[in-house]
C-alpha cells in the first residue's frame, strides 16, 4: 500500500470512531411491555458514550416522568440526598430538589406519605417533570427536552461531591410521540411543575 492510502484508512477509521458513538446519541422511541401485565408504554431514551441513559415516559395517569440512569459499568453509586440537575441547552437547570424536600415536609405535617414526586435507586432515580395535561399548561421542561439540541446532568455521588454527564438529544419526533404530545411548543408553567 502507498502512503496516501495508509493515511486514508487511518483517517477513516478515526472518523468512524468518533462519529460513530455520537450517532447512537438520540432520541430512540421504544415500546417495553410489562411481563406480568402485558401493558405496553413508550419511551423516549437517549443513551451517550459513558453508558448512561435518559430516558421519559408517560405512566398510566398522564404524568410524565423522566429516568435517569447510570452506566452499568461504573462503580459509581447517586446519593441519596441530592437530586441530579438537568440542564437543556443554555436554559436554566431543572432543580428536582425542591420535590424531595416538599414531600418530605408534606408527610411530617400529615403524618401519611403523599404521592411520590420521585424514586431512588443507587443507579437509578426516576423524577416527575409534569402531571401532564396539556389543558392546564405544559411544564417548560417538557418542551426544551424535546427541542434541544442537548442534556446536561449534574449528579452528586454517594460517596461526595458531584460528575457531569453529557446527552445528544437529536431529532424531536421520538420523543413527543413516546410521550403522546403535539411537537408544536405549548403553553408553559414554571419549570418542572409536577
Given at each position: ?14 472518523v468512524a ?21 402485558d401493558?405496553?408504554?413508550m ?28 452506566s ?55 423524577a416527575?417533570?409534569?402531571?401532564g ?5 405544559r411544564?417548560?421542561v417538557?418542551d426544551?427536552?424535546g ?24 431529532p424531536?419526533?421520538p ?20
Amino acid at each position: 500500500m502507498n502512503g496516501s492510502k495508509v493515511v486514508n484508512l487511518r483517517l477513516a477509521w478515526l472518523v468512524a470512531a468518533v462519529l460513530l458513538p455520537l450517532s447512537s446519541q438520540a432520541w430512540d422511541m421504544q415500546s417495553k411491555v410489562d411481563s406480568m401485565t402485558d401493558e405496553s408504554n413508550m419511551t423516549a431514551t437517549v443513551k451517550n458514550g459513558e453508558g448512561h441513559t435518559f430516558t421519559v415516559y408517560r405512566q398510566k395517569d398522564g404524568s410524565i416522568w423522566a429516568l435517569f440512569e447510570l452506566s452499568s459499568k461504573t462503580g459509581q453509586t447517586l446519593s441519596p440526598k441530592t437530586m441530579p440537575v438537568i440542564r437543556v441547552d443554555k436554559y436554566p437547570p431543572n432543580d428536582f430538589m425542591h420535590d424531595v424536600e416538599l414531600q418530605a415536609l408534606l408527610a411530617k405535617i400529615n403524618g401519611t406519605p403523599i404521592s411520590p414526586t420521585y424514586l431512588y435507586e443507587p443507579k437509578w432515580v426516576h423524577a416527575k417533570l409534569w402531571h401532564g395535561d396539556d389543558a392546564q399548561s405544559r411544564a417548560t421542561v417538557i418542551d426544551q427536552l424535546g427541542q434541544g439540541k442537548t442534556l446536561l446532568v449534574r449528579y452528586h455521588l454517594f460517596t461526595g461531591g458531584y460528575k457531569e454527564t453529557l446527552f445528544v438529544l437529536g431529532p424531536r419526533g421520538p420523543f413527543y410521540q413516546a410521550l403522546a404530545l403535539s411537537a408544536k411548543p405549548a403553553r408553559h408553567t414554571a419549570n418542572a411543575s409536577p
